[in-house]
């Protein structure tokens, strides 16, 4: 791309970013002050968490079975909480909460490259050489982010992600990425702090007379991104990145090695126990990686010994969890791919792309859990006659319902071009009741 | 600009006589002893353009200080020399000068020290360096598209600037290019847009935009909706990049007697006739290979990209060839940081040149120059715009690009460093260049890692401003902490911060060679208390003192900036 053409810039590029996660001594007095009713604000908040099922999982061997068919594979359904919802029975922990989830059995969504498949299913766009669109995630921070004052963290965090762009947004909203473990990148170590804080004292003195001198606002700016970095490496926020930290006030407590496991001690399931506490401090929109799921060969051992055992743990166990607390109404669950993969079994015994029809789950978030809405045909290899088909953007639409962003929003383009939310989809019916 | 100003005829008389008062104190109320007019440093004129009067030089100052007028501003200052090296140094070479490139410019009492500063720095290989990562970067992007050779495409790039190759040459061997991805790596341009199976849109899109400044993308679906592009212009274009193929080549691994990624080769494929559109109707249209109303041969046998080629340098009436506008408009926006257009790649009637004469007449010197690079950079670095203070004040407050208004170079406008100038200059500033460890496949191993993360951590916003410094969490940790800072700020041997505390001298003098190695510039004399004031809170600790404000220096906002 071009990326030598107008590289001034100008102070909102700076600032917005920080616009959401600016900790400043008066806002942690407004902070304590806000816990006393935190648990009523907390729970009214709206959250989503993606789970990201980089590479294109197997949903026809998930979610939407053909123990019938050639292309059914080795696995078998089994009930769920869910009358009449059957799932893998490799999900077994899954199905005893599935009362609060829900599939979308007919996604139709053309688009079978993996870059070109995640653009599509995170921003309900396809990729288009004039504009780059926002991923969800980035929608919700630039959506709900402003109205969180008391959120010291950016508004979208990603676990093990990366690939997600902000877009025509800007990069303010870009996903703040850290591993499972809440490392974050350059972050300083607990002695390095000190020694930072020295360093910064030095470099507010250094600065001050180039932010005089008469060049534009850009210089004090740059200062302004220094302190609130600072702010945020000591805001006590962070301690939701940290699963061994306890912070009452923030209705954090450190991680008991129990609900460790009930999470799975891999880093999806950890991932998922950081996002629980991201949302609990009012991060809006929190997305977990797990990769792994290009399977062209060996698709039912992988699934079978790796994948599902890591997928059941996580996703039963956030769901209980978030409901326990009393935040699942409040917290809607996406889980998807890129797209799905072929109901054909190959000669590797893998599955390769396929978008014509596949699932994703969603759950939580206050919707008509509890069902499945849309069907394959017998084989699974198009949607059933009188099912209708869903794309991204009714994923989407469905998502902003939950969370209280109206549907109808637009934006506009770097280039003033009106850009509907989730592509102009529509919510779910079924699922919004 | 230009109108909008009833008056400004009026205006422009009285503006004239106070501005050439005002030209004598640019110079006289400059400090630095050896700033010249720039006019005096302007190259031997090439007006080899028909009727062209004016020498350009003048020409060029002229229509700028056209725009200080209808406007009623006055310009800032000349620059003084301390800003004016860095300044050079980071637009030519990629990074800061070293702490003896500085010194040595300072000292130097000669009167045309800043002319021959720049034909020296256009000799130096880091020119070279420079100009190859930011054209790869331009092509193929700062990611890693799969199927192509960054290795390639820089070795192409390199002997292009190297040689001073004329940009018409450049850029016709990038747009035909076939073969072998290293053994020609102009083909690495058309394998990075090649990477979703597209019948070439992103190709066409990329090649109109980036070498022609032109966004016909948007025909792609539609007619233009602001000028006078129709929906056929978009698929002509494309039309011309039909019959590119690439293939994939694999080879077995001898040690694991698997297939695994060999190179990629771009080749000729067959494709005659026209292409097919849908109208937003429904309706099918045909568009046959066309380049600004000249009509190419669509029959069997005919190599479009060849004949795409041979029309790049065209020109309308009696205009320049766009090739070459759009080449002089990203010259001038690197070096200003802003271009003539904004964005600089989207040109046409409906989005006017902030200085339509200035902008012809370049490029019309360009091509009677033969597309020669150099002479280009020439012609821009020794404007006076080029060498006015980033300072500003009352007098030019309203030329602010930033906040969205024309630009008018009536000061140098603050630019973000780029990554790989943030990187170079680091080391630089902190000598690592000179410590010899690695060597040179180490040190290009190394930078290559560092512009990952940030490949990683800022490739997420449209296009241009993905990879500066503008003023997200992840980028100010990484400067605040990253191994390169800590590696900049280290006291190991052979570092700059181990020289400079191992060789005797006082405080002062410490505390002015840090200043020079990293801003260039000798502190003042507040800014020396003050230093020596917080480093006097270090009691027996004064190397970490020392330490501190070399990161401090590092990390300000006056390093950070090109100003």
């Known amino acids: 791309m071009s990326l030598w053409n107008n590289y001034g810039m100008n102070r909102r590029h700076f600032m917005q970013h920080m616009a959401t996660a600016a900790a400043t001594v008066p806002a942690m007095n407004f902070l304590s002050h806000l816990q006393a009713n935190a648990d009523v604000v907390k729970s009214k908040q709206k959250a989503c968490i993606l789970m990201w099922m980089g590479g294109g999982p197997p949903t026809i061997d998930i979610w939407d079975l053909k123990p019938e068919s050639k292309n059914g594979g080795e696995f078998r359904p089994i009930d769920t909480a869910a009358p009449g919802v059957q799932i893998s029975e490799h999900m077994p922990e899954t199905a005893k909460v599935f009362n609060d989830l829900s599939l979308v059995r007919s996604m139709s969504t053309r688009e079978a490259d993996h870059g070109r498949g995640r653009y599509y299913m995170q921003t309900s766009y396809v990729p288009n050489p004039t504009v780059v669109h926002p991923t969800y995630g980035s929608v919700v921070s630039y959506e709900l982010g402003k109205n969180r004052k008391a959120l010291e963290i950016p508004a979208f965090v990603s676990v093990d992600g990366g690939a997600g762009q902000a877009g025509f947004l800007g990069m303010t909203h870009a996903p703040f990425v850290v591993d499972n473990t809440g490392r974050i990148r350059n972050a300083p170590t607990e002695e390095g702090k000190q020694r930072l804080g020295a360093r910064l004292t030095m470099l507010d003195e250094i600065e001050s007379g180039f932010i005089k001198s008469g060049r534009g606002e850009l210089p004090k700016a740059h200062q302004d991104v220094y302190v609130n970095a600072k702010n945020l490496m000591t805001s006590r926020q962070m301690a939701a990145f940290d699963v061994s930290k306890a912070d009452a006030g923030l209705g954090l407590e450190a991680e008991s090695q129990a609900m460790k496991d009930q999470y799975g001690t891999n880093g999806f399931g950890q991932g998922l126990l950081m996002a629980r506490r991201l949302v609990q401090v009012g991060v809006p929109f929190v997305e977990v990686n797990m990769g792994g799921w290009d399977l062209h060969a060996g698709v039912f051992d992988t699934l079978k010994n790796q994948r599902l055992p890591q997928l059941d743990k996580g996703i039963s166990a956030i769901t209980a969890d978030l409901k326990a607390r009393g935040m699942l109404d409040n917290t809607v669950l996406v889980w998807m791919g890129e797209f799905g993969r072929t109901p054909r079994i190959n000669q590797d015994v893998g599955r390769d792309h396929w978008a014509a029809s596949w699932s994703v789950m969603m759950g939580g978030g206050g919707l008509k859990n509890g069902q499945a809405v849309g069907a394959t045909d017998k084989d699974g290899i198009q949607i059933a006659d009188g099912s209708k088909a869903y794309l991204p953007g009714d994923i989407w639409a469905t998502v902003a319902m939950a969370m209280g962003i109206p549907v109808n929003t637009v934006h506009t383009s770097k280039r003033g071009r009106p850009m509907k939310l989730a592509n102009g989809g529509t919510p779910i019916q079924e699922l919004i009741g | ?563």
């Open chain 2, 1 to 563: 600009m230009q109108s909008g100003f009833p008056c400004f005829r009026f205006i422009s008389c009285l503006g004239l006589a106070w501005l050439l008062s005002g030209a004598d104190l640019l110079v006289s109320a400059d400090e630095a002893p050896a700033a010249e007019t720039p006019a005096a440093e302007t190259p031997a004129e090439t007006s080899e353009v028909a009727g062209a009067e004016v020498p350009l030089g003048e020409f060029i100052d002229q229509q700028i200080r056209q725009g200080w007028q209808d406007n009623e501003i006055t310009a800032s200052e000349i620059a003084s020399d301390e800003e004016w090296v860095r300044r050079i140094y980071l637009d030519l070479v990629g990074r800061i000068p070293t702490l003896e490139e500085a010194r040595a410019f300072l000292d130097d009492e000669s009167p045309r020290k800043r002319s021959v500063l720049i034909e020296s720095l256009l000799e130096n290989e880091d020119y070279v360096r420079n100009f190859t990562t930011i054209w790869s970067n331009n092509c193929i992007g700062r990611g890693a598209p799969m199927r192509v050779s960054r290795t390639g495409m820089e070795k192409f790039f390199r002997e292009a600037f190297a040689k001073n190759r004329p940009w018409n040459e450049i850029v016709v061997d990038i747009v035909t290019a076939s073969g072998h991805y290293e053994e020609n790596g102009a083909v690495n341009y058309t394998l990075a847009q090649m990477q979703n199976a597209d019948e070439g849109v992103q190709l066409t899109a990329m090649t109109t935009r980036l070498f022609l400044g032109l966004q016909v993308q948007c025909t792609q679906c539609h007619n233009h909706p602001f000028n006078k592009w129709q929906q056929d212009q978009f698929w002509e274009y494309n039309s011309f990049f039909r019959q590119v193929g690439k293939i994939d080549h694999r080879k077995v691994d001898p040690k694991t007697g698997r297939m695994v990624d060999d190179f990629s080769e771009v080749v000729w494929q067959e494709f005659s006739g026209p292409v097919y559109y849908e109208k937003r109707s429904g309706v099918m249209q045909v568009a046959f290979p066309r380049f600004e109303g000249m009509e190419v041969d669509a029959g069997v046998g005919v190599d479009r990209r060849v004949e795409f080629g041979k029309l790049l340098t065209h020109s309308v009436d009696d205009s320049a060839s766009q090739l070459a506008q759009a080449m002089v408009n990203r010259t001038w926006s690197h070096f200003f940081g802003y271009g003539f257009t904004r964005p600089v790649d989207d040109m046409g009637p409906h989005n006017p040149a902030s200085h339509p004469e200035l902008l012809q007449r370049l490029s019309k010197e360009f091509v009677a120059a033969k597309y020669d690079v150099k002479q280009l950079i020439r012609w821009i670095v020794a404007s006076e715009a080029y060498s006015l203070t980033s300072q500003y004040g009352e007098k030019n407050k309203i030329d602010d690009p930033a906040a969205g208004e024309m630009p008018l170079f009536s000061h140098m406008y603050l630019k973000s460093m780029q990554a790989e100038q943030m990187y170079d200059s680091l080391i630089v500033a902190s000598n690592a260049h000179k410590s010899g460890k690695g060597g040179w496949g180490a040190q290009e191993e190394q930078r290559r890692r560092w512009m990952q993360q940030f490949v990683v951590a800022f490739e997420n916003d449209e296009n241009d401003e993905s990879t500066t410094f503008n003023g997200t969490i992840p980028q100010a940790l990484m400067m605040m902490n990253s191994e390169l800072m800590d590696k900049a700020c280290s006291v190991e041997r052979g570092s700059f911060l181990f020289e400079s505390m191992s060789t005797p001298g006082s405080e002062n003098q410490k505390i002015q060679d840090l200043y020079m190695a990293a801003l260039s510039r000798k502190p003042t004399k507040t800014e020396i208390s003050r230093v020596q004031k917080m480093l006097s809170r270090y009691g027996n600790q004064k190397l970490n003192g020392y330490q501190d404000l070399f990161w401090a220096l590092l990390n300000s906002n006056e390093f950070v900036f090109i100003h």
